[in-house]
């Protein structure tokens, strides 16, 4: 990962870089772009954060949700290596996004929205919901590329043919549960899986220093002798299973 706080692929100005866990628990830093409520991550960024991250950076989002002042640019460049960014598609199970990658794999750009599609913060309206926000409203933004939206003829956009999605009180209720209880999973150690792991290591690494002792006895004409080591295993085990 580049330490280096890009400019953002859209307005061109500084990043604000943040501070988030990956899931083995070690720093890594993304570069958040409040004007364009848009993300940088670095190669494979998005899926390196730990659930506790994901629920940490969606608060973060939230709580900035008012601050846009660009709208997101139709070309963009990656903050890299200056290669124009290439414009897809990913789907998920809530929905289908817009994302913009780097052609020399340096990263991706992501918009809020798309965001929080890919991690399942929103849900896809059904027809009788975007019937009754036909009555009220005559356009939407859509959640994944933005462009504006005649609801009043179209069912999806028209644009990227992506269904139209909302942030879902439900929707958000659900995903903050999946990722703490994946979080408490993470960072809770289960002491059996911890003894089984430090057997194993043991068992390995006396199988090792046994086959050392055999090739050397071998070159001297000595004789093997007990293997202490392995014989502790099973008091080893016993201790951290009492």
């Given at each position: 990962?580049?330490n280096?706080?890009?400019?953002?692929p859209s307005?061109?100005?500084?990043?604000k870089?943040h501070?988030?866990?990956?899931h083995?628990?070690?720093?890594?830093?993304?570069d958040?772009?409040?004007s364009?409520?848009g993300i940088w991550?670095d190669?494979?960024?998005n899926?390196?954060?730990?659930p506790g991250?994901?629920?940490?950076l969606?608060?973060?989002l939230?709580?900035?949700?008012?601050e846009?002042?660009h709208p997101?640019?139709?070309v963009?460049a990656?903050p890299?290596c200056?290669?124009k960014?290439?414009?897809?598609?990913?789907?998920?199970?809530?929905?289908?996004?817009?994302?913009?990658?780097c052609?020399?794999k340096?990263?991706r750009?992501?918009s809020f929205?798309?965001?929080?599609v890919?991690?399942?913060f929103?849900?896809?309206?059904t027809?009788?919901?975007?019937a009754?926000?036909?009555?009220?409203?005559?356009?939407?933004y859509c959640?994944?590329?933005?462009a504006?939206v005649d609801?009043?003829?179209d069912?999806a956009c028209?644009h990227?043919?992506?269904?139209?999605?909302?942030l879902?009180p439900?929707?958000?209720e659900n995903?903050?549960?999946g990722?703490q209880?994946?979080?408490a999973?993470?960072t809770?150690r289960d002491?059996?899986?911890m003894?089984?792991?430090?057997?194993?290591?043991e068992?390995t690494r006396?199988r090792?220093?046994?086959q050392?002792?055999?090739?050397?006895?071998r070159?001297t004409?000595?004789l093997?002798?007990?293997d202490l080591l392995?014989?502790?295993?099973g008091?080893?085990?016993r201790v951290?299973?009492?």
């Open positions: 990962m580049l280096t706080v890009p400019h953002c307005c061109r100005l500084p990043m870089a501070r988030f866990r990956n083995g628990g070690d720093d890594m830093e993304l958040i772009c409040w364009c409520q991550f190669t494979f960024e899926l390196q954060l730990s991250s994901v629920n940490d969606f608060k973060l939230h709580a900035h949700r008012d846009m002042q997101v640019a139709n963009m990656c890299r200056s290669r960014l290439d414009k897809g598609f990913d789907l998920v199970r809530s929905g289908r996004y817009m994302t913009y990658r052609p020399e340096h990263g750009y992501s929205s798309s965001f929080m890919e991690k399942g929103v849900r896809q309206m027809a009788a919901e975007i009754d926000l036909a009555k009220r409203v005559g356009a939407i959640t994944s590329c933005g504006p609801i009043r003829k069912h028209p990227c043919r992506s269904a139209f999605s909302l879902d439900d929707a958000v995903a903050l549960k990722y209880q994946a979080e999973k993470r809770t002491p059996m899986m003894a089984d792991a430090i057997v194993e290591s068992r006396a090792a220093e046994r050392q002792r055999i090739e050397t006895a070159d004409g000595g093997d002798v007990a392995v014989a502790g295993v008091l080893v085990w951290l299973t009492r």
